[in-house]
């Protein structure tokens, strides 16, 4: 098969290098700077590459690997030259606006999400294996949907994901809650705590911080550009899930105020044991 892969990032490449090294197919680069495209070429990640995004006239698939705000606009430049049997998806971690706005402008538009990434960005982050045993998302809506997405399960499989398919809507409200809302709790816990007013405390807990806080604070630490683009399209989703969090954690406030300790205690048991169901 002949595939494109437009945006040769973190993702783009990765996911360039490893169909590439399956020696099945024929893999287009495209990407925003040619020096990237000189990079993809130099690494060996692909077969062809340019900036030139006439270059995905004959492929059977199109994977926009774009940042978030540039997967529609991308989408519409490529559009003339397209066949009308070409499958484009994109990776954006996002769905109901993209999948909406895809279908508008292509009718062989579906939506994919592999769960892998690093806090790097860019060709310079390029990842063998990076996609091996991740879960992956494709979006379909009904059942038009899931004959098309076929070719892409078969995609995602060969990089060695885990396929799942729901709607676009379940997408977002479940990565409100295992990926966003972590994002904007781990970054309000690092501003928080460079808000201790006592210099040498402050200082003295960099001192002893140790892998706990390393966990806790990994997700709110990332690339800034990722998690602003996830909160302003998934702000709903988000906002909701920050209220529901906002009350629980006012009723531990108020039960550390009351020193009910029994409450305390049955929440983190609850907790002990439903991280280790919900983390299999
Ligand atoms: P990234 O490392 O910043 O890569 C995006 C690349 O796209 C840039 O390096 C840039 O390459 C290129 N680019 C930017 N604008 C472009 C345009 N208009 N046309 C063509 N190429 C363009 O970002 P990423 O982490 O790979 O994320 C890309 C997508 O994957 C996003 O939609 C994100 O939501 C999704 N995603 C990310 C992760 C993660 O953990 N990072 C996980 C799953 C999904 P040059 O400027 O060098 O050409």
Redesign the pocket.
Known sequence: MKIAI?????????LAGDLTRLNQHQIIG????????E?AKKLGIVHQSS?D?SLVQGCEIVV?????E??I??LAQIIPYLSNTTVVT?????KVP?VREGKKLWHNFIGS???????????D?VQKNLFNNAPCVITVEDDEDREKGALLRDLWQSVGCNILTTTAEIHDQAVAWISHLPVIISANLIYACMQEKDQFVREFAQKIASSGFRDTSRVGG??P??GL??AKNNRDNLLENLRLYQAHLTGIINDLEEENWSKINDLLTFTNQSRSDFIK
């Open positions: 437009i945006g040769l990032g973190l993702i783009g490449s990765s495209i990407s925003r700077r040619s020096t990237t495209c990079k900036i995004l926009i690997c774009t940042p978030i540039s997967t606009p991308t994109d990776v954006a971690s996002v993209i999400h592999p769960m892998a990434g690093t806090a790097e960005q860019g060709i982050a990332g690339n550009e990722l683009m996830m």
